[in-house]
Structures are given as C-alpha cells and as structure tokens.
C-alpha cells in the first residue's frame, strides 16, 4: 500500500517535469549541481569550525558520517530500484542502476544542512532548504521515488539531532565552547 501511494506520489512529480520540460530543466541543473554547492558547503563549514577551533567539527565531522554509513549499511540488505528501472521509464539524468532508498543524496544533504543549522540556525534553515530543493529535484529527474528522499532525510536528521543532543549534553549545552590546543581531545 505504501510502495503503491510512493509510486503515484512520484507518477505527479515526475509529471510536471515532463510536461514542462523547463522545468525539467531547472531539475536537472539542480540535481546535478547539488553535489558541488553541499561540498562546498561542507568544506567551508568543516573550515570555519576548524579556524575558530570550535568542538562543533567533531558534530559536524561524524553526523555526516554516520548518516553516510547507515545508508550505506541499509542499501547493502534493501536493494530497491529506482524509478527508471522499476517503472520502465527514462529519467532526465542519466544514472547508475543501484539501489535507491534511502536516497544518498538526500541523506547527504540534509545531514550537511543540520550540521550547518547546529553551527548558524540562519544558515542552517536556508540549507534545510536547498536539502529540500535537492531531494525534490532527485525525484523530478526520475531516479528516486518520494518515499527514498523521505527516508533520507528522516535518517540524516534523526542522526544529527541524537548527535547534537549527545554531545550537547557532554559539553555542558552551552554551545560546545571554544576548546584550545590542551583540551582538543577532554570532555
């Protein structure tokens, strides 16, 4: 029942792509360029945290991370197709033929858009967005169905918000502090 309503959920999306190849279009440049814009998010994030030797890398390192190997670890004992395969259809993309729940891109970019978000809630929210635009984008290009972008996201977000409580948690919820060269690696 839930694979049936995934499945006309991603019939209406995938729809307005075709029928507007502009549209279409847009997805296309946003799918592909997802990957560079998170990365270099990323980077800068991971840089900036270093620089002012904040305790937040370490959140912002294995968030991330984590979400990154249990998609990884779910896609090796769930093998779905993507929607090109699946339904026999052509995306607007052209793609491998692996697995697609959850959505790697999805969990990527919405682990790296909390880890943003935990640092600069203002940054944060807009990066939560463009997650959001991402994982739409994936499913409009016809290679991920709604359900694997959810899945994703739920996971990355999940992940991060246990990580952040923990290790909020441990150092003393104010905002993980500065630490100096002595402390790197204290509680």
Known sequence: ??????????????????????VGDIMVVITNASSIIFALLYGLLLLSLFIRKDRKIFLALF??????????????????????????????IVHEASASMPSMHAASAFAIAMAVYYTNKSLGIIALALAALTGLSRVMVGVHFPLDIFSGALLSVMVSYGMYRHWSSRNNTAGFNRFNRRTLWKN
């Open 63 to 92: 968030g991330p991370m984590t979400a990154f190997l249990l998609v990884y670890g779910i896609r090796l004992f769930y093998q779905r197709p993507r929607p090109f395969i699946a339904l026999d259809i052509e995306s607007l």
């Open 1 to 22: 029942m839930i694979q049936g309503i995934d499945k006309t959920i991603f019939f209406r999306i995938f729809q307005l792509s075709i029928e507007n190849p502009s």
